[in-house]
């Protein structure tokens, strides 16, 4: 039973990932439609400017967690006004050469200087060692992922779904030659939506550093993943990809436990289950 | 919907002899390669990369769909071909038969799968289906992991062409390329062609005039699917190996900028992009993950500044189809 808990906590820590990511890409999606490739680079980014921030600057743990996403965030923006911006009104699949050009340009350079092992990040002292819940012994960094994780995706779905900021990104994403009409500056929230979505993926990013450790290609075949989930969950609802991704990493945990030969492939073929039954995904709006 | 190729010309047949004599003088000059000097298995690779890449051209250059897992093609009939040579023993132009039906086969169940979803779902399931494949290749015993199937024997084409004389085989690749060119081209111009470009061009409107689009794209998937994996079985005669490579996402990314380069929806394109991109690793094979950098940024300048491709731009500067 050990070995199952233990399965179930990875397969949510793991969740937690595909939750980030997947929801960053839902929210680019609806405003740039763009499906933004480069999202496992960033992701990748974000734990290396954490692993800079310790092992250059001595900044830890806690500010690595404010500043990564920031930092890349800002990247994004940069990204966004001075390449993604020129693709509106193209096709999509443009957005997706693009952006995977990127990705390879961001891969390509890291792996330059950093080769393909991995680069430890030691989990901050506040959040080490472990408590027994009676039933499994939860070691603490992974349970605050975890938490934090659901958190901060509870958050973004508040402020899109809740707030003011958020009615303009909902209204801008069905109508923006309306919504500009009405003087909010839509291209200004076109790039901050970009830098939202782009922080989210960094955040997950240091957060899985003192787990996964730090290697250039951390990103690469989980933005796959992230894109079956995304076909699995579809893009129209934002709690649909909080859903869907934790539930996958679950799923995924199981397999693990129960038939550790396709615990990488389980999501894929889940995937075309999925298409095959509702082709057109759990939240069904077609696209 | 979208124009993938701003200037859709109808064929007239002006365009027709043009294409002709284009083609005519590429046969000629790829027949003379062995006369030159210059490394015939480069040559060799490269045009299983065109032909691999005319594959994808013609599912999205013509059907609009951007397959993000082409590779699955290539490395499915690579496998399948290595494995029949040189477990089953069978002669090569069984090999590739087997491996061309494997492929097919596997455009039939992915097609399936995925042709119901549109534009960008299309590419990510590709891509999902063809990361599956490559764990599943991972873990089968047949094709020996990360090392991957070895010393393929090359044998007798028909009993009497000795593919292992460089000469001959380089002749054989070169009909077999030639062959899948000209049958996408005519698949092109073909009644089924037009209905393709119609579907590209404006899928709500081919559906009111009463096309069953689905199928159509189906069937331009399994097409694509199995010159891509005839591309893949000719390939394994070339390298005399199947590896994982051939089926990672990298190498489907690769397909996709060798059909960019050139000029999407072009015909003459994906072979221009595949000399060029395959020179380009000949060339900078030292710089390591650079080549990696330089591709990216290819991929960005071509997205960003040249849509068209080589072939495409020159093809809109001098008002012709190419």
């Not at chain 1, 070995?3 to 990875?10: S, T």
């Amino acid at each position: 039973m050990q070995a199952l808990y233990a399965q179930l906590l990875v397969g949510l820590i793991n969740g937690s990932f595909y939750a980030l990511l997947s929801l960053g890409l839902a929210v680019i999606f609806g405003m740039l439609n763009i499906i933004n490739f480069a999202h496992g680079a960033l992701y990748m980014m974000g734990a290396f400017v954490a692993y800079f921030l310790l092992n250059l600057g001595g900044i830890n743990y806690w500010w690595a967690l404010i500043i990564a996403p920031v930092v890349v965030g800002v990247f994004g923006m940069i990204l966004e006004r001075t390449m993604l911006q020129w693709l509106a009104g193209l096709d999509h699949l443009y957005g997706l050469l693009l952006t995977f050009g990127i990705a390879l340009i961001v891969q390509g350079v890291f792996q330059n200087y950093f080769g393909s092992s991995g680069l430890p990040y030691s989990i901050p002292d506040q959040l080490k060692g472990g408590v027994n819940l009676g039933f499994m012994f939860l070691p603490i960094y992974r349970g605050w992922v975890v938490i934090f994780s659901l958190v901060v995706c509870l958050a973004t779905w508040f402020l899109i779904e809740k707030t003011q900021l958020g009615a303009y990104l909902r209204a801008a994403t069905e109508n923006p030659t309306l919504v500009r009409a009405f003087g909010i500056n839509v291209p200004r929230m076109i790039t901050l939506t970009y830098g939202l979505g782009v922080g989210l993926a960094a955040l997950a990013g240091v957060l899985s550093a003192p787990i996964n450790q730090v290697r250039p290609l951390m990103g690469a075949d989980l933005i796959i993943v992230v894109f079956a989930v995304v076909v699995i969950g579809g893009m129209g609802s934002i709690m649909g990809s909080i859903i869907t991704g934790f539930a996958l990493g679950v799923i995924e945990g199981l397999t693990k436990y129960f038939y550790p030969e396709a615990s990488n492939t389980v999501v894929f073929v889940l995937m075309v289950v999925v298409l095959l039954v509702k082709p057109t995904g759990l939240t069904g709006r077609a696209a | 919907m979208s124009a993938l190729t701003d200037d859709t010309l109808p064929m007239t047949p002006r365009a027709m002899r043009d294409e002709m004599i284009v083609f005519a003088v590429m046969a000629a000059l790829l027949a003379a390669v062995p006369f030159t000097g210059i490394y015939p298995f480069f040559v060799m690779q490269a045009l299983c990369f065109a032909l691999l890449a005319c594959a994808f051209n013609l599912l999205i250059g013509y059907g609009g769909l951007l397959s993000f897992g082409h590779a699955m093609f290539l490395g499915t009939a690579g496998y399948v071909s290595a494995h029949a040579l040189k477990v089953w023993g069978l002669p090569p132009e069984l090999g590739i038969v087997v491996g061309v039906a494997a492929a097919a086969l596997l455009g039939l169940v992915t097609g399936y799968v995925s042709i119901k979803r549109q534009g960008i779902y299309f590419s990510m399931i590709t891509l999902a289906l063809s990361q599956l494949l490559y764990f599943l290749y991972l873990q089968a015993p047949f094709t020996h992991g990360e090392d991957g199937i070895q010393g393929i024997p090359q044998g007798h084409l028909f009993g009497i062409f000795d593919l292992s004389k460089p000469l001959v085989l380089y002749y054989v690749v070169l009909v077999g390329f030639l062959a899948g060119f000209l049958l996408i081209y005519r698949t092109i111009n073909s009644p089924f062609g037009e209905v393709l470009k119609s579907i590209r061009e404006n899928e709500p409107r081919a559906i009111s005039l009463g096309y069953k689009t689905d199928q159509y794209k189906m069937l331009a998937y399994v097409l694509s699917g199995t010159l891509a994996g005839f591309a893949g079985s000719l390939k394994v005669f070339v390298a005399q190996n199947a590896s994982l490579t051939d089926v990672h996402w990298s190498m489907s990314g690769e397909i996709v900028l060798m059909t960019l380069v050139g000029g999407l929806g072009t015909i003459f394109g994906p072979v221009v992009g595949a000399f060029v991109i395959i020179a380009m690793q000949q060339y900078l094979a030292g710089f390591g993950q650079w080549v990696t950098v330089i591709q990216g940024v290819i991929f960005v300048s071509c997205v960003l500044l040249f849509r068209r491709g080589l072939v495409g731009e020159l093809a809109h500067l001098l008002r012709r189809s190419l």
